[in-house]
């Protein structure tokens, strides 16, 4: 059974080869969907037959946002500690403890309610892949435990057991990391695809530049993919590391040397930058300008979590990057979708070429631009298709 997708008044489709710029778009649009996948696409007057149709009566459509980024398995609530920050308490990862405890304390039925409201909530607002993250259980268990839920929910699945170090360890803790290399990577490691680390010499809670090479290079071993958590709250070796070891994805980059934007030009891994955790710690935003110019590929990801950073929303994202860190609007729509999608190093996500899933956003509004010109008004969500 085929679909013809019709009546959109603007389609990203992110393939150059498909219409102009960066973003291939195309006005006056079709896409053609059939067994989950795109067909077909290209301009409606060209649009071939197809079993059904159905008329976006003019809309934008742009491919459903890759949230590479995400913490969505967890219990309780820190809005006390963001209204604490509001008023001047300093973030340094020290709040995650909170959520551990409640963690640990929650039922799979619990945990499996939030991460799947969570998921739902984000497909509401446009995204269609999202990657979730361990990193709330901290012993092996909980952490094997989180990774059966994620994987439920998604094949974008990380192993984050290296997020901080558990209190009853008091601190930087070389036994806490022989524990994740070990055990806890074996009893996780089936359930994951990606590795990653919180590299943050600066936090007492995180781990040092020493420690995180030797928590990837045991996930590598392990044949996982790797993602590391660097320089957000300072300069330091994570981003090096991750271009070093070959890592998609170095995540918030906010802290950046001359050096480490080198790098991140000079690599293949992509720089995730998650402007929602410096809007909700009200810190400095990462120079996105001063990447892209380098020639760096960026991607923009929510960092959903309960502690630095609560939004679900990539249109938030989007008009953050460009409000904020003076990413023009096709950019950050690109680095939300496409990037997204490099940044998982997926090629079937993050745009609308033939061959990729048939996942669609469409807007309430007649372009992509609206996404950072209306911010905070609900215009984005998935394309419920039928069937
Ligand atoms: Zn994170």
């Known amino acids: 059974m085929s679909l013809l997708v019709t009546g959109i008044g603007e389609l990203v489709t992110n393939d150059p080869a498909l219409g102009r710029g960066p973003l291939g ?22 649009a071939p037959d197809a079993d059904a149709r159905m008329d976006l009566g003019g809309r934008a459509v742009v491919p459903g946002f890759v949230d590479s980024h995400a913490h969505l398995v967890f219990a309780g609530d820190r809005a006390e500690e963001f209204e604490a920050r509001m008023s001047g308490a300093r973030y ?27 998921v739902a909530e ?29 994987a439920e929910v998604t094949a974008e699945t990380t192993f984050l057991g290296a997020h901080v170090v558990p209190s009853e360890y008091g601190g930087r803790s070389d036994a806490y990391v022989d524990l994740v290399t070990g055990p806890m990577l074996a009893a ?39 993602r590391v958590h660097a320089n957000q709250l300072t300069a330091g070796p994570g981003v090096q590391l991750a271009v070093d070891l070959g890592a998609a994805s170095a995540d ?33 935003y990462p120079d996105a300008r001063r990447l892209l110019d380098a020639g760096a590929t960026v991607a923009l990801a929510t960092d959903c979590n309960p502690g630095s ?54 807007l309430d509004a007649p372009s992509y631009r609206h996404l950072a010109y209306r911010p905070g008004v609900p215009l984005v969500r998935a394309l419920e298709l039928p069937g």
């Open 92 to 118: 340094d990862g020290g709040g995650i403890g909170t959520t551990v405890a409640a963690t640990r304390a929650a039922s799979d039925e619990e945990l499996r309610g939030r991460l799947r409201g969570l």
């Open 252 to 284: 918030h980059c906010t802290h950046l040397s001359a050096a480490d934007v080198d790098a991140l030009a000079g690599g293949t891994t992509v720089a995730t930058l998650l402007p929602g955790v410096e809007f909700s710690t009200r810190s400095p």
């Open 309 to 362: 950073c609560f939004t679900s929303s990539m249109a938030f994202c989007v008009a953050l990057a460009v409000r904020e860190m003076r990413m023009t609007p096709a950019e950050a729509v690109w680095a939300a979708t496409a990037g997204g999608a490099a940044a998982l190093r997926r090629t079937d996500v993050g745009h609308l070429a033939p061959g990729a899933r048939a996942d669609l956003a469409v």
């Open 188 to 226: 996780c490691a089936p359930h994951a695809r990606w590795a990653d680390v919180f590299c943050e010499p600066g936090s007492p809670h995180a781990f040092d530049g020493d420690q995180a090479r030797a928590v990837l290079a045991a996930g590598r071993a392990a044949g996982l993919g790797l």
């Open 122 to 150: 984000m497909r509401r607002q446009g995204t269609t892949t999202v990657e979730v993250k361990s990193g709330y259980g901290l012993t092996v268990e909980d952490e094997a435990r989180s990774l059966r839920l994620a």
């Open 25 to 46: 778009l195309l006005t006056d649009a079709a896409v053609v969907v059939a067994d989950g996948g795109v067909a077909w696409t290209g301009p409606a007057t060209a």
